[in-house]
């Protein structure tokens, strides 16, 4: 079993920069693919970026692309999304998710959520 616990939410103004964390738990975490989710008051959770167990591959929403970059450090058990250029459409509460899937069962995990605010 893998625990998540997001850091590095906060209030910052449109045009900023905030770098978010996830501390994972656990001593397979190099097996996990990691991703980040967010949402915001009133509206359903939706993706925004990805990256394969490894390292190796990323994905992202095409409304952050070229502004977030999602990283991971497996040593250290710990998943990263640095976001910069922050709109206020960018304002919810960040969310990690950790995702292992063997033939046999489905191993998904997810965090309490940071929240961030972007101020116009």
């Known amino acids: 079993q893998v625990q998540v616990e997001e850091s590095g939410g906060g209030l910052v103004q449109a045009g900023g920069s905030l770098r978010l964390s996830c501390a994972a738990s656990?001593?397979?975490?190099?097996?996990?693919?990691m991703a980040w989710f967010r949402q915001a008051p009133g509206k359903e959770r939706e993706f925004v970026a990805a990256?394969?167990?490894?390292?190796?591959?990323?994905y992202y929403a095409d409304s952050v692309k070229g502004r977030f970059t999602i990283s991971r450090n497996n040593p250290e058990n710990t998943l990263y999304l640095q976001m910069n250029s922050l709109k206020p459409e960018d304002t919810a509460v960040y969310s990690c998710?950790?995702?292992?899937?063997?033939?046999?069962?489905?191993?998904?995990?997810w965090g309490q959520g940071t929240q961030v605010t972007v101020s116009s």
């Open positions: 656990g001593r397979t975490f190099f097996n996990y693919a």
């Open positions: 998710n950790a995702r292992y899937i063997t033939t046999f069962r489905d191993y998904n995990y």
């Open positions: 990256i394969s167990s490894s390292g190796s591959s990323k």
